[in-house]
């Protein structure tokens, strides 16, 4: 898949409320987002992420979810909501404890589709201060017929980001 992949925008981050990563157009049907070592600046915090219209946040309540979660502490949990302002990414209380981090995949389709909902799978992997691993299996759509161009990641409380890299790849058709 490697020569299938092609890179549209990186953004390595060390602070800031915030990261947007932009550059999803009808060049490709489908585009990875992979991000690594993402980190906030204060402990116990969940990652949020919402999709982009001309750069900036949706912020509108049309977002559905739905995962399995994996943890090493306990069984497997279902995850889901209907109606959220953001799709959760990680909702386990991550930190700033050693090693603690978030890694993921997520593909996402339909986004330059102005006629279509624009929608997303996730593949998360996180580290928490226990320390216990959770993996995190599922996907999101914002239901709302508009083109998207790209992600935006915050934590919760508005805290900062301590660390991340994300990049954007087209997948040649």
């Known amino acids: 898949m490697s020569n299938s992949l092609v890179l549209i925008n990186e953004v390595t981050v060390t602070s800031g409320a915030t990261m947007t990563i932009t550059g999803i157009d009808s060049t490709y049907d489908v585009y990875l987002l992979q991000f690594n070592d993402v980190v906030a600046d204060t402990d116990n915090k969940d990652l949020y992420c919402r999709f982009t219209v001309s750069g900036t946040a949706d912020s509108s309540a049309n977002y559905d979810y739905s995962a399995k979660e994996l943890r090493t502490d306990m069984a497997f949990e279902n995850r889901s909501g209907t109606n959220a302002t953001y799709l959760p990414v990680n909702i386990s209380g991550q930190g700033t404890g050693t090693g603690e981090a978030c890694n993921g995949t997520m593909y996402a389709f339909n986004f330059n589709d102005a006629s279509e909902f624009s929608l997303c799978t996730m593949e998360i992997v996180m580290l ?34 301590a660390s991340g890299n994300f990049k954007l790849y087209g997948l040649r058709k």
Do not use: I, Y
């Open 128 to 161: 928490d201060f226990d320390p216990r691993l959770f993996g995190w299996q599922g996907g999101g759509v914002l239901t709302q017929t508009q083109a998207t161009d790209g992600f935006t990641f915050h934590w919760e409380s508005d805290v900062d980001f």
